[in-house]
């Protein structure tokens, strides 16, 4: 009777004492190894090196990101309309080693800052920014009408707690 005792004592001693041993090593591994990505700025102002063909004049755009550890979502607006217009957010992407990749469409009217029509034509875009630092960043503009690339200088913008908060 008292050597199955001692069997299953032992069993069971050296099992927790396994998945403490394991526990602790995962543990150790994920500190020195997994970081979770750099939280972004919230809206950059981007202000293009050149103007876009077929625009009359291209004001600086405000390219609004919301963040999901590496996964972004983001739209592009001009700088003076409403940031909370609740236009959806037509751009999908990634972050990865602070380079940061967006794609999808536009409409012509956001680029150009004109008004808004019904049947407006999508435009394609690819961004993509190099963050290197927390200043002005350059980056690049790619649209499907255009055989070039535009490149910009985006400026991290503060948005005030007060206006974020009411968002919610």
Known sequence: MNYSNFKSLAFYGVTIASVLLLFKTVTVYGENNLKAPAK????????????????????TLMLNIEQSGIYLNASLSPTNANADTGEKHSLIGILRNQQL??????????????????????????????????????????????????KFTAVPEKVQESQKSNSH
């Open 101 to 150: 990749n967006l794609s999808g469409k536009v409409n012509s009217s956001s680029l150009c800052n004109i008004r808004h029509s019904q049947n407006e034509p999508l435009n394609s875009v690819t961004i993509q920014m190099q963050l290197v630092n927390r200043g002005s960043t350059l980056g690049q503009l790619t649209l499907n009408s255009i055989p070039q690339t535009i």
């Open 40 to 59: 972004l700025s919230d809206r950059y102002r981007l202000t293009l090196a050149e103007n876009l063909p077929n625009c009359e004049k291209s004001d």
